[in-house]
């Protein structure tokens, strides 16, 4: 297998990973479409908020596999082709992406689905532990501050190029594709959740994990 091929097959199983939609398949195990309760969002948030956190967890961490998965398996073969370290950064930063992108826009679902939160967690698990701790940094501090958890998740979207251009420029080795990576899924963030930005502003937003119990 050449590099080439490697990456594009990288590529293809991240957004496949990502694409598998954990919420709703949660949802519909219990005779629900979780798209028609809570935010109507299929992520995990929504997932704890409608389904309560015994489903909602576990979908929280299915969210986080799926974005680390792609990542690991992209090192494994684009390594075997001999390529660089560099591109081997590189692969497995467009594997992550394909992720998040699967999850935001998951073909299984008319290509709608969630914020990507989780799943870009998992992926910083897998190329950045500093971008990952920027992000939960944020996210816990505006989460216990404000008890918005899409505050919070906006707060960790800026949390981890942040955490990532501290990082690098405390090491004096800049890597502008992860820096990229970490900037593009920000702005997608705020994209993603600028409805909940509305809510805020209106003060009508749902406080974090209050369960809403939806009629069957």
């Known amino acids: 297998m050449t590099t080439t091929t490697a ?11 990502g694409s598998v939609p954990f919420g ?5 195990l219990k005779g629900i479409d979780i798209r028609q309760h809570g935010s109507g969002n299929i992520g995990a948030t929504n997932a704890i908020r409608v389904l309560g956190k015994g489903i909602g967890i576990p979908v929280f961490i299915l ?4 974005g680390w998965l792609p990542v690991w398996l992209a090192a494994g073969w684009i390594a075997q082709t001999g390529a660089t370290v560099e591109v081997i950064s590189i692969g497995k930063v467009l594997a992550g992406f394909a992720a998040v992108l699967g999850h935001m826009f998951t073909f299984w679902l008319g290509f709608k689905g969630g914020k990507g939160i989780a799943t870009t967690g998992g992926v910083l698990f897998g190329i950045s532990k500093a971008g990952m701790l920027g992000g939960w940094i944020g ?11 899409s505050l ?19 090491e004096g080795q800049w890597d502008f594709v992860m820096l990229g990576f970490g900037i593009v899924v920000m702005i997608l963030a705020f994209v993603r959740h600028r409805s909940n930005i509305q809510r805020l ?5 749902s406080k974090a994990f209050t369960k809403k119990k939806p009629q069957p």
């Open 139 to 149: 996210f816990l501090t505006f989460l216990f501050a404000f008890r918005y958890v």
């Open 24 to 28: 709703y398949l949660a949802g519909k």
């Open 63 to 66: 969210d986080m596999v799926k």
């Open 152 to 170: 919070g998740s906006l707060a960790a979207a800026v949390g981890v190029p942040t955490a990532m251009a501290i990082q690098m420029y405390r």
């Open 7 to 17: 990456i594009i097959l990288s590529i293809a199983s991240g957004y496949l990973c």
């Open 201 to 205: 502003l209106a003060g009508t937003e």
